[in-house]
């Protein structure tokens, strides 16, 4: 099974090699849904499980990364094409002290794809920082992302800013380490744990 191939190629760090690799992948009629969840986020969720085994280390996680990022690039016009007609605009990034963004990324894509306007801030990303781009853009939706338990408090920073300042924006959390639970607790308005279920919702809100 060639999806196989894409999976190894990023947990072997193929980068030169990925493009070539999903290309063919979908040229074969592979559906896009399976190329990126059994293929691509598959091999992450390994090199995860790899890096807590202490059979990887920090630099084999990047190239990794890079790979995933490589073979990305590929799905990115299908994950974006969809209708023009915008649905509003969604701020979204990667919290204070957090650098992953992939699955921030992905988001952002599907975002696009489904007629949203994405105002896309990258990593790190300050309290302020999400409230100043909701309010010169007039989003109706602040999506945050976070990957590292230590910086899941950062989210909880930002709902509470949002909700202080009392601006009509939703806000939806999402990351590996996120649950709905913790979305509940923290007062967030949408928790999904994957790219397509952050559209769902952030439909749902808007349309509210
Ligand atoms: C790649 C990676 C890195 C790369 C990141 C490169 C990049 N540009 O993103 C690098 C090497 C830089 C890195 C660094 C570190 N990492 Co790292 N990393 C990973 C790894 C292997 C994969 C993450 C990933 O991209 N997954 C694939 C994407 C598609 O999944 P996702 O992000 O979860 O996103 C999906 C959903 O969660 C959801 N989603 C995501 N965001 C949002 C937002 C919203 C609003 C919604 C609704 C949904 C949503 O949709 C996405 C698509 O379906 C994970 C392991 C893992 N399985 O998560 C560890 C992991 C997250 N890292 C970890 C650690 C410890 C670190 C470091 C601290 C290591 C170190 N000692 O330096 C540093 C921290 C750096 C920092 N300050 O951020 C730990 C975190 C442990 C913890 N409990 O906090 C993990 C879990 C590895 C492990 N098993 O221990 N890392």
Known sequence: MAVKNIFEA?????????AQLVQKELDS?????EVLNEGLIGAMDEVGRRFSEGELFVPEMLMAAQTMKAGLKILKPLLAEGTT???GTVVIGTV??????????LV???????????VDLGVDVETDAFIKA????????IALSALLTTTMPAMEKTVKAVQE???PVATIVGGAPVTQAFADQIGANGYSDDAPGAVELARKLIAA
């Not at 009629?29 to 849904?33: E, I, V």
């Not at 204070?96 to 990324?105: A, P, Q, S, Y």
């Not at 952002?108 to 489904?114: D, Y």
């Open 10 to 18: 990023v947990v072997g760090f193929n980068e030169p090699g990925i």
């Open 29 to 33: 009629g592979t559906n896009l849904d």
């Open 85 to 87: 007609e915008s649905k």
């Open 96 to 105: 204070k002290g957090d650098l992953h963004d992939i699955g921030k990324n």
């Open 108 to 118: 952002a894509m599907m975002m696009e794809g489904a007629g949203f306007n994405v």
């Open 134 to 141: 909701a309010q010169e853009n007039k989003a109706k939706v």
């Open 165 to 167: 300042a009392g601006m």
